[in-house]
């Protein structure tokens, strides 16, 4: 049972556009999620998270989308870089860390210059 | 400062040996996470140790286990080892209570 869902496995946007990730989940008990940067042969690393409290968080040219209603999760890039070429990764947690975190199978994101 | 470590970076073993997969935390980081990412698939999540305990487990057989030592650094050994083993395995690391997990480059295990 899928919990965190990345349905597009790979997307390409043209360097300087807008980059859109989505992320579905199914549990309601999540209230805590993060999104995750992983490049070839290295581990995931942290970008940005966001608590069920906010519906959006910013940090520099990464942005977090939160719909609770519809369970939904976005993270928007701009402008987009070739730098950012990378797998990411949207995850879920219960209780604020004190639960595992449930990841989403992925996406790959790839930067036209 | 340095970040989450993981030995080795290969290990290559046999159908039905053990392997053993270390990994050392952030320095005052207390819990400590293993996730498998077979080929295609997601992260999924193995186990979770803090403060010496384990505090959740995955849906994995039995034959996946570990143990959290007094300096926070973990073990997973994969026992009985299967040829669908093969995955890179990630250790991550955080403060507990944290959901920001710090995570280090990875085991590949290669079982054939």
């Known amino acids: 049972d899928q919990q965190v869902k990345q349905n597009s496995p790979s997307l390409s946007v043209q360097e300087g556009r807008i980059s859109i990730l989505n992320c579905d989940y199914t549990?309601?008990?999540?209230?805590?999620f993060l999104w995750y940067k992983k490049y070839p042969a290295e581990g995931p690393t942290f970008l940005i998270s966001?608590?069920?409290?906010?519906d959006k968080n910013e940090d520099g040219r990464f942005t977090v989308f939160l719909n609770k209603s519809a369970k939904h999760l976005s993270l928007h890039i701009v402008p987009s870089q070739p730098g950012d070429s990378a797998v990411y990764f949207c995850?879920?947690?219960?209780?604020?860390?004190?639960?595992?975190?449930?990841f989403g199978t992925g996406t790959r994101l790839t930067i036209i210059p | 400062e340095a970040g989450v470590t993981q030995s080795p970076t290969h290990l290559i073993k046999t159908r039905g040996q053990q392997a053993t997969l270390r990994c050392s935390p952030i320095s005052g980081h207390t819990s400590v996470y293993w996730y498998q990412q077979a080929l295609g698939l997601g992260l999924q999540f193995l186990l979770w140790y803090d403060e010496g305990e384990e505090r959740n487990r995955g849906n994995f057989p039995p034959r996946f286990s570990g143990r959290q030592f007094p300096n926070y650094s973990s073990e997973l050994n994969v026992n009985a080892l299967e040829l669908e083993d093969s995955a890179l395995y990630l250790c991550?690391?955080?403060?507990?209570?944290?959901?920001?997990?710090?995570f280090g480059q990875g085991t590949r295990l290669t079982v054939v």
């Open positions: 995850a879920a947690a219960t209780n604020f860390g004190n639960e595992k975190l449930t």
């Open positions: 549990n309601s008990m999540f209230d805590y």
């Open positions: 966001i608590s069920s409290i906010k």
């Open positions: 991550a690391s955080s403060f507990t209570g944290f959901a920001e997990a710090f």
